[in-house]
């Protein structure tokens, strides 16, 4: 287990380096792949062992090598971040195969997700679209029989946000809908509480939006929800299926 879980820092912190392209590039219209790495600000091609995940940023004393202008340590805080994630995220389900590749799938979109929906208040289809096929893949593949499951979970969420979003316009974007419905294709019934700690914690941030600037501008203060349905959906990956479990057992 212990060599999985240092394969799994180390994938980690390789694909979190690229997710901090993607959550650059991709709403910017640019392309993933071409031109490679280079300083935002001199736009000087970043070498290869100064591109090193975590590490480059710590030797460059997170400053650009050409310019020595500041690099944000976004970067390796991205990086830092997904290497831990998927580390418990293969602690968690060490014994579930499936679990694991869902899991894995789960960061890898909502990283992204988190931190483009801050950055322009948008989640891109490009996104949702095909991780949600990805999870229909993964599941179809490694255990059909669940696949009925993480179907309603993913159509019962979806229907859930768009009644929500129709009914008060302007209220939730169709990106979080979408997000939504992929969130029930990775989580299945896990995707409940998921959803229920992600509107709390919406909730708890607005109520200290309107303490702070008062409850008139705080309603007009556009707060991203795509982040709090993303930490649902990690809580949701990690403990759901035993927080649905408790409440089955005591109520049934």
């Known amino acids: 287990m212990l060599a999985a879980l ?5 994938f980690g912190l390789v694909i979190g380096s690229f997710l901090n392209v993607v959550a650059w590039r991709l709403p910017r219209g640019e392309s993933l ?27 460059l004393k997170g400053k650009c090598r050409a310019c020595r202008e500041p690099i944000s340590p976004r970067y390796p805080l991205v990086e830092a971040s997904t290497a831990a994630l998927y580390v418990l995220v293969v602690a968690v389900a060490w ?9 894995i799938a789960l960061v890898t979109l909502l990283v992204p997700v988190t931190l483009i929906d801050l950055d322009v208040r948008r989640i891109p289809n490009l996104l949702t679209g095909p991780f949600a096929v990805l999870a229909v893949l993964i599941v179809a593949a490694l255990d059909l029989d669940r696949l009925p499951e993480h179907l309603i979970a993913g159509a019962a969420a979806f229907a ?5 979003a129709v009914a008060k316009p302007g209220g939730m974007g169709f990106g979080d809908v979408k997000l939504a419905g ?7 019934r896990a995707v409940a509480p998921g959803i229920f700690i992600g509107l709390i914690s919406g909730v708890l941030i ?7 600037v008062g409850i008139k501008a705080g309603r007009k203060t556009k707060v991203p929800f795509g ?15 035993g927080l649905v479990d408790a409440y089955l057992d005591r109520y049934s």
């Open 160 to 164: 859930f946000f768009f009644l929500a």
């Open 95 to 103: 014994d579930d195969t499936t679990r694991i590749a869902l899991g």
């Open 227 to 241: 982040p709090f349905l993303a930490l649902g959906g990690l809580i949701g990956f990690l403990v759901g299926d």
């Open 206 to 212: 607005g109520g200290i939006v309107m303490a702070r």
């Open 33 to 59: 792949s071409h031109p490679g790495s280079h300083c935002t600000k001199c736009q000087t091609p970043i070498k290869p062992y100064d591109n090193v995940p975590v590490l480059g940023w710590l030797v």
């Open 6 to 10: 240092i394969f799994a820092a180390l």
């Open 182 to 188: 992929v969130l029930g294709l990775y989580l299945g």
